[in-house]
């Protein structure tokens, strides 16, 4: 099984950047997909970015393209999540998940969840 955190959110104007990170405390953490979400008060959950297990792979939803990167170390148990150029409405919780097997955009197919951590964007 596998714990997840997140860290790196914080108050930024619009154009900032930002850092996020994510650590897996299991030790199967190279055989999960992972995945970035966010959810915005009053809005459901939705998509950012995944990456496949061995990193080559990525899949970004079409809001984030070219302004979000996703990179992972499987040697320390890492997910990351570059945010550059960010706008007012990316402003959300960031949740990292993991996910062993199905659709990488689905929140309901994910099986680890961290706490998230709050990205406010100010204009």
């Known amino acids: 099984q596998e714990q997840l955190v997140e860290s790196g959110g914080g108050l930024v104007q619009a154009g900032g950047s930002l850092r996020l990170s994510c650590a897996a405390s299991?030790?199967?953490?190279?055989?999960?997909?992972m995945g970035w979400f966010r959810q915005a008060p009053g809005k459901e959950r939705e998509f950012v970015v995944a990456?496949?297990?061995?990193?080559?792979?990525?899949s970004y939803a079409g809001s984030v393209e070219g302004r979000f990167t996703i990179s992972r170390d499987n040697a320390n148990n890492t997910v990351y999540l570059l945010i550059n150029s960010l706008k007012p409405e990316d402003t959300a919780v960031y949740y990292c998940?993991?996910?062993?097997?199905?659709?990488?955009?689905?929140?309901?197919?994910?099986?680890?969840w961290g706490q998230g951590t709050q990205v406010t964007v100010s204009s």
């Open positions: 998940a993991a996910q062993y097997s199905g659709s990488n955009n689905n929140w309901r197919e994910y099986d680890y």
């Open positions: 299991g030790r199967i953490f190279s055989n999960y997909a």
């Open positions: 990456i496949s297990r061995s990193g080559g792979v990525t």
